[in-house]
């Protein structure tokens, strides 16, 4: 049986967990971060993913979970204000599902498609 080092793991860290989900800024963070959560728990990004996986810390999976909703928020609203820089902005919403999409035209050159009725065509084989 391996043994590892004893995990950091109680109710007095994932009191300090929810302390940074709204204390973020007062650690020098722009927008919560799973990167600042693990400064300021003194603990891996790595250790967080593993915790938030584990089925008996689902309180600190819900404090993880809220924090990048947190980060979302801040960061489309701080885009939308012209807070961010915009790049940088795009580039970390891109983690949260956002996209730019651009729909090209590559057939009709920007011509309205019309649709032709398929009763209009006629069999060579009805002559």
């Not at 722009?30 to 693990?38: H, I």
Request: some cysteine; aromatic content about 10%; charged content about 30%.
């Amino acid at each position: 049986m391996r043994t590892g080092r004893p995990t950091k793991y109680n109710e007095e860290l994932v009191e300090k967990a929810r302390s940074y989900l709204y204390n973020y800024e007062s650690e020098g963070d722009v927008f919560p971060q799973v990167a600042g959560l693990a400064v300021f728990l003194g603990i891996s990004r790595d250790t967080i993913y593993e915790w938030i996986q584990d089925d008996t810390k689902k309180e600190f999976s819900y404090i993880v979970a809220q924090i990048c909703a947190m980060q979302e928020k801040v960061l489309v609203n701080g885009g939308i204000m012209g807070e961010f820089n915009a790049t940088i902005a795009k580039l970390m919403l891109a983690k949260h599902g956002y996209s730019e999409k651009q729909e090209v035209d590559h057939t009709t050159k920007g011509d309205k498609i019309q649709s032709i009725a398929p009763h209009l065509f006629v069999s060579e084989d009805e002559d």
